[in-house]
């Protein structure tokens, strides 16, 4: 393969990389589900924000307007005071009222900073009026409920603040509807785990519900986290997971609600943005049947703070499980980090939400993320932990990298002599075949040879960018000076500007790593081909603007890679053997 063609291909992939892989589980797509579902999209008005629950059995098609689901929500709020308390574990800091029998208003993370508001990571968002872990059913009417008044307090602890380091605290609420039914819920807080279960009991729920299921509902995603509101935006879904198949909904167009209802078995629906997720986890014994994703795209504007990396619009997701009330319920709510060693340690498939990418790739970047964590159990700093890992990889591909560089070597050497061969036998294909062959093997030449190293290392490329890119390990770790966040770019100051792929922000990294892939080509020797040097320079610039957004830990990595690279070659090219002398002598 023409070196030309070798660069174009190396290019091509590198590109593909770099610009698709936060889309690429959009290219490959999920199964299609198996069981019945429910698809709708309907205008985004202020009914449909706060949308009624759909309740999946095809006897029911009279479903209640938008203004019969406004006004149902239950009179009375005032009937019980609003109690609150505040519960701090190692872990976070939340609050919980006794509004919705037991929602979570605050939930705050301790060790996790929010880079919108340098205040620490807050996973509630209650800028649209809707309640965590709210109850939704259709009543006798036929209309939807939502219960979100203040429910009667059976057990709550007697302090304003509870301090829980050892042990857990339980609160327990009901809720008793004039027709005589009544249901209770149960949340209970451990002091060293993200999970929270719950537990909810209807008594003569006949009395009170149309159809004798309800929802579990979590409806308005959680809040952005990240200075450039695209991050969240771009790893932002919510998913179902029945009968060991996950399912997902896509973000929605500005202006409309999407929702969708699969029916059957589900384990558990569960939403993220980058690096944080919530979860609604079936009990193993008792699994929900039915399970609800909607997402809804508006402005974000909670924070004051809607400009930086977007158009200012950020898609929201809601999730629900749905359940029988003819018997109690169990379930866990998981709130916290997008941590593969804590959700794994749940073994109930939630990692899948993560991006490790497809079948291929996924156990090579399980394997790159639990190294990059061994590693760092000895060496305390991540930014020395990818700079020892580049050396690792740069060892480990080793035997490839020299069969490539000195393929690229040889075949730059012997183009003089094909070149001659091309003007010799211009007229004659089959002959100038013949005599190339035959060029090739006398100088052991392989013209795959500079192609073939780098498609093998390419599912590790890949992995690596992956993992560098979302790990939530290397979130808030500093390196060294200016670098104090290896998943956040270097920023040294902002342009008053935003440029197209390179953005606003100035960083080091990103200039250093396109200087080091520079040098690296040149010295591969593509300068001093004319036909692969325009290539080689814009590749490198191309390189440069997109990394400029990357993570200072991906950049920190691939500077120092190249940096390896280049002495890596400079090694190889002082052993390479004599450039052919002459042309070869030839018959006729």
Known sequence: ??????????????????????????FIGSPPARGPEQIEERTASEETLLAPPIIPQSSYDSRPTMAQAHQAEPENRQRWPERTVKIETELYTAVISSRGGGSITSFELKGHSNRRTDGPVQLIDDSHGAISLELAYVNLEGDSVYLRENFE??????????????????????RTFP??????????????????????????????????????????????AEQLLNEDETYGKVYVYQGGELEDQGSARKGLVRRRTLK????????????????????????????????????WTHDGNNNSGSNGNLTSYSMALGYDAGSPVKLNLYLGPLSYFIISDLEVGLEQIMNLGFSLIRPISKLVLYSLVYLHEVIPNYGVVLIIFAIVIRVVTNPLTKKSFTSTQKMQLVQPRVKELQEKYKGNAQKLNQEMMALWKREGVNPLGGCLPILIQMPLLWALFIVFRTTIELRGQ????????????????????????????????????GITMFL??????????????????????FFFLIFNQFPSGLNLYYAFSNFLAILQQRAIRKHLVAPIAGPAKTKG
């Open 1 to 26: 393969m023409p070196d030309s063609a070798r660069a174009f291909m190396a290019f091509a992939l590198i590109a593909l990389v770099l610009i698709l892989t936060p889309k690429y589980l959009e």
């Open 153 to 174: 307090v059976i057990v709550f602890p007697s302090l304003n603040t509870i301090h829980l380091s050892d042990g857990t605290v339980s609160m327990e609420f009901r």
């Open 179 to 224: 027709s005589g039914a009544v249901v209770t819920k149960k949340l209970t807080f451990q002091s060293d785990s993200y999970i929270i279960p719950l537990e909810i009991a209807w008594r003569d729920p006949g009395l009170e519900l149309g159809i004798n299921n309800f929802e579990v509902r979590w409806p308005d995603g959680l809040p952005p």
């Open 264 to 299: 059957g078995s589900t384990d558990w629906v569960a939403l993220r943005n980058k690096y944080f997720t919530a979860a609604l986890i079936a009990d193993r014994n008792q699994p929900a049947t039915f399970g609800s994703l909607s997402a809804v795209s508006r402005p």
């Open 478 to 513: 500093p390196f060294i000076w200016w670098i104090t966040d290896l998943s956040s770019p270097d920023v040294i100051f902002n342009l008053p500007f935003s440029l197209p792929l390179y953005g606003q922000g100035v960083t080091v990294l990103a200039l250093i790593m």
């Open 520 to 541: 690296q080509q040149k010295l591969s020797g593509a300068a001093s081909n004319p036909q692969q040097k325009p290539m080689m320079y814009m590749m490198s610039i």
